[in-house]
């Protein structure tokens, strides 16, 4: 079935930093979906892209719908102790029907 | 809070048992979707149910069946169980016309 690549797998970085992660798939999709999970919770979303090249914002987050309908990107600026968890992208094709797919996921660390 | 509920939080069982998951969907929601989430295959997605109806399977084992009740509520149910289905179980839900999704706590199964 359908995969999605999600990198980096971890990353560790100190507070104030800013973070980007990045979703890539061999197949287009018509919505990407980012969420964050924190343990012991189920996801919660972020931010929802809907159109080629659009740019959203969530606060400190950011992420893209990736010209090609084949990735997209999430930037967090100025990251904080509370970002930490699992990042997750998520797409789903046109005719899927709410079939997610999700990525790997990508687990970030903030040092204070 | 998404607004969905899931119960019960944890479950502990045995090889061979039968158990049931039960997921209520936020208010106002029609589509329920049923995850598995495990260390090696990550969030994949297993069904979905739209007002009743069976909508959409995904790589959902024979073991496993699913339904979505009058009431909109929603029902997992696991049999024959193994130790490899040991996993956190996600619910979640939209109206059904959009693609955004939100998920419930989940549902931590250890199978023994």
């Known amino acids: 079935g359908q995969q999605l690549n999600q990198s980096p797998q971890s990353m560790f970085i100190q507070e104030g930093e800013d973070v980007s992660m990045n979703c890539t798939s061999s197949?287009?999709?018509?919505?990407w979906l980012w969420y964050k999970q924190e343990p012991g919770e189920g996801p919660v979303l972020l931010i929802a892209?809907?159109?080629?090249?659009e740019l959203t914002s969530n606060g400190r987050l950011t992420a893209q719908f990736g010209i090609t309908r084949k990735d997209s990107f999430l930037n967090i600026s100025a990251s904080i102790p509370s970002d930490v968890g699992i990042y997750f992208c998520?797409?789903?094709?046109?005719?899927?029907?709410?079939?997610?797919?999700f990525g790997q996921g990508t687990i970030l660390t903030v040092h204070p | 809070d998404s607004g969905v509920t899931q119960t019960p939080k944890h479950l502990i069982t045995a090889t061979g048992q039968r158990v049931t998951l039960r997921c209520s969907p936020r208010?106002?929601?029609?589509?329920v979707y049923w995850y598995q989430q495990s260390l090696d295959q990550g969030l994949q997605f297993l069904i979905q149910y739209y007002n009743g109806e069976e909508r959409a399977k995904g790589n959902i084992l024979e073991r496993f069946s699913a339904q979505q009740f009058p009431d909109l509520h929603s029902e997992l149910n696991l049999s024959s169980l193994e130790l490899g289905d040991s996993a956190l179980y996600f619910c979640a839900s939209n109206m059904g016309s959009v693609n955004e999704q939100f998920f419930g706590p989940g549902t931590r199964l250890t199978v023994l």
């Open positions: 998520a797409g789903l094709p046109g005719t899927s029907y709410g079939k997610l797919t």
């Open positions: 892209l809907y159109k080629a090249g």
């Open positions: 197949s287009i999709f018509n919505t």
């Open positions: 208010s106002g929601d029609l589509s």
